[in-house]
């Protein structure tokens, strides 16, 4: 899918002003964007889930409890 998006877009050229890299880098992004919301399900976090704990606080209570 998205090798197909890419070759809707512009062929790549030297970019020379702001505005050309700002519209090839929308292009690009739009391609990616779209082949993710074709391709990746989205999920739900569980309602059980921690969604603050995060691998840093998972490494200080090691670090802590010695465990």
């Known amino acids: 899918m ?3 998006n890419l070759t809707n877009i512009p062929a790549p050229t030297e970019i020379e ?3 050309n890299f700002n519209m090839a ?3 690009l992004s739009q391609a990616i964007q779209d ?3 074709k391709h990746i399900k ?3 976090p569980s309602p059980y889930s921690k969604r603050w704990w995060t691998a840093e606080l998972a490494n200080e209570k090691k670090m802590l409890t010695g465990h």
Do not use: D
């Open 2 to 4: 998205l090798k197909e």
């Open 17 to 19: 002003s702001i505005q």
């Open 25 to 27: 880098l929308s292009n």
């Open 35 to 37: 082949a993710i919301e």
């Open 42 to 44: 989205l999920t739900k």
